[in-house]
């Protein structure tokens, strides 16, 4: 069993250092993290390989409740290697906007 890999929870979230098939899981416990936290604006960088991580990241983003939009970076950003995420910013326990 691997180490688990510490991640600061400051709206931006490298998914390089994880394996595929952990992405979904640590997707969701971020934008949980960064809820919790107040942070409602959030850079997931994917990387830009073949597209399937972040194909992966987008189907994960389009299903999560509390995401109202995401969008890829521009290329200041990462371009098509990141994506920026909007979360609602209505109360942590799943309230409206």
């Not at 691997?2 to 997707?27: A, N, T, W, Y």
């Not at 994917?46 to 389009?62: A, D, M, N």
């Not at 890829?72 to 994506?83: D, I, M, N, S």
Request: aromatic letters at 8%; a negative charge.
């Amino acid at each position: 069993m691997s180490e688990p890999i510490p991640i600061p929870i400051d709206g931006v979230l490298d998914l390089h250092p994880f394996r595929p098939q952990d992405v979904k899981e640590v997707v969701i416990a971020y934008l949980e993290a960064c809820r919790e936290k107040q942070i409602f604006e959030i850079r997931i960088i994917h990387g830009k390989g073949i597209g399937q991580i972040r194909q992966t990241v987008h189907s994960i983003l389009g299903k999560h409740p509390d995401v109202a939009s995401f969008a890829l970076a521009g290329e200041a950003y990462g371009g098509t290697g990141a994506t920026f995420v909007w979360l609602r910013s209505g109360s942590i326990l799943g309230g409206s906007n």
